[in-house]
């Protein structure tokens, strides 16, 4: 039997059961040293290179607490609108897992630093959906091991394995949400949506790179299913390190139909952790899970509580930046833009550019347009990102002032612009090297019109007459003649003014 044919419909999973949800997501801090040494917290240095007797747990050594760590947590923890504990300890959670090198993992259990809070994220239609945050706490994460010489890297097939302990004891948050029920069909949309707004919110913090494809932001999704009418919790799996938002969807959704294929058959699930495979989009078992008394944590001797005063939970308050969904709002309100138009915005990666464009001057309904409109057309056209187009926001607004001024018309400002995109300098650069400004002085126009007007007697004399219709093959030929430079307004205005009219 293949896995496939394992897996129940999802139309018929969600008419006949009701998912729980249960996300912990782990944050590696961007803190210049590691939790509790003074090792450096960097990416991609040689193996075993960041290392010392703390964090390679040699007998005798002690840590000390790292506070930028202790002040990230706590400022996560109020952007997740939560409550400070007064006082916290760190725990010892004992197991075995030889890229650990002190068997011990320093963590925080049952005083976990922030706790009780919600986070309200928005799914693709606009719906507000609010999770609940059980807690977050601090601890350090693991060493890596490599396992050399099989064909997926995996232990498995192996021929031998190597440690690099860089990463053991890089600060960690982990943030754990409360039961998420309710969600019925759109819990997949959730968690998804619940880890992009997560990844956001620390990004406004400044606390972790939140790169997901590195193993700075890692989630782990728990799954059970309620027969419809119950409210008694299944079963749950927890699907480990799933580490892209499309994956998190992909997992929630996979498992929600695997467990129901069990349970429609009268089987049991096992409590267990699993892993997701991004080619197949299925999951495979792991490990059977460990309860907590497994763990056989107790508090660490070695490091002292912490108490955060009241004060500096305030002052710490004070930091917090605009969430990036408030400021989504306060744009849409200070734009005036529909939904839509708000989404379609984001969606094109064009707000902070629009942005940046209003607060150099221009005219949020001008700048929006030329990002979303000819801009991402030139982004598109280069197969690169709006934000990585060689135009900044302020040459944008540059260009709209032109226009606005009436030097430009749109024609030209799009050659303008294309002259920048091309490396050939400033908006006025362009403008004067490649000789783009509006003719606006009459004299010459009205020598252009007179031209026109006599190379084409049969159409004057019909403007004369009162066809004023007519005109428009005159302005078009003086547009012509100007090479598209003169304001067409004007040239009209000519037009009728040298036929009488
Ligand atoms: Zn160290």
Redo the contacts with the bound molecule.
């Keep these: 039997m293949t896995a496939v044919a394992d897996i129940m419909d999802y139309d018929e999973v969600v008419e006949r059961f009701d998912p729980v949800l249960g996300l912990e997501v782990h944050v590696e801090l961007n803190t210049r040293t ?1 939790m ?4 450096a917290n960097v990416f991609g240095a040689e193996p075993n290179t ?7 747990g040699l007998p005798g050594a002690l840590p000390v607490v790292n506070a930028k760590a202790v002040e990230s947590a706590i400022r996560i923890g109020l952007a997740l609108n939560c409550e400070v504990a007064e006082w916290c300890r760190f725990a010892r959670k004992n197991y075995f897992y030889p890229d650990m090198p002190k068997n011990f993992q320093t963590s925080q259990y049952d005083e976990p630093i922030v706790f009780d809070g919600y986070l309200d994220v928005e799914l693709e239609d606009g719906e507000v959906f609010r999770v609940g945050i059980e807690r977050a706490h601090m601890e350090e994460d693991t060493g890596k091991s490599l396992h050399v010489g099989g064909e997926t890297g995996r232990i498995h097939g192996a021929e031998h394995s190597l440690l690099d302990y860089n990463r ?2 890089v600060p960690l948050i982990e943030i754990v949400t409360k039961p998420i029920t309710g969600a019925g069909a759109r819990a997949p949309e959730v968690a998804r949506a619940y880890v992009k707004a997560l990844r956001e919110l620390l990004l406004a913090l400044g606390v972790s790179d939140v790169r997901m494809e590195q193993g700075s932001l890692r989630c782990d999704a728990n799954v059970s299913l309620m027969p419809k009418g119950s409210s008694e919790f299944g079963t749950r799996t927890e699907t480990k390190n799933v580490n892209s938002l499309r994956s998190v969807e992909r997992a929630v959704r996979y498992e929600m139909q695997r467990h129901a294929a069990v349970l429609a058959e009268g089987g049991t699930i096992l409590q267990e952790t699993r892993h997701f495979d991004e080619s197949t989009g299925t999951t495979s078992p792991g490990r059977r899970k460990e309860t907590s008394e497994d763990y056989r944590y107790f508090p660490e001797p070695d490091l002292v509580p912490i108490a955060p005063s009241r004060e500096w939970v305030e002052e710490l308050r004070k930091t917090l930046p605009e969430m990036p969904w408030e400021r989504r709002k306060r744009v849409q309100q200070e734009w005036q833009l529909s939904n839509e138009e708000l989404r379609d915005l984001v969606n094109a990666g064009a707000l902070d550019l629009v942005a940046e464009t209003v607060d150099a001057g221009a005219a949020p309904g001008e700048a929006r347009s030329w990002w979303v409109s000819y801009l991402a057309q030139q982004a598109n056209n280069r197969g690169v990102e709006l934000g990585e187009l060689s135009i900044t926001p302020k040459q944008v607004a540059r260009v709209i002032e032109l226009v606005a001024q009436g030097k430009l018309t749109n024609k030209l400002a799009r050659q303008v612009v294309d002259g920048v995109l091309a490396g050939e300098g400033e908006p006025d650069e362009v403008v004067e090297a490649r000789g783009l400004e509006v003719v606006s002085d009459d004299s010459a126009l009205q020598k252009a019109v007179d031209e026109a007007l006599a190379a084409q007697p049969d159409v004057a004399e019909k403007i004369r007459g009162g066809k004023v219709q007519a005109a428009g093959a005159i302005v078009g030929a003086v547009m012509k003649a100007t090479k598209g430079k003169a304001d067409a307004k004007r040239v009209r205005e000519l037009v009728l003014a040298a036929c009488g009219q």
């Design positions: 590691k509790f040494c003074g090792c960041q290392v010392c007797p703390v964090c390679l053991a004891g």
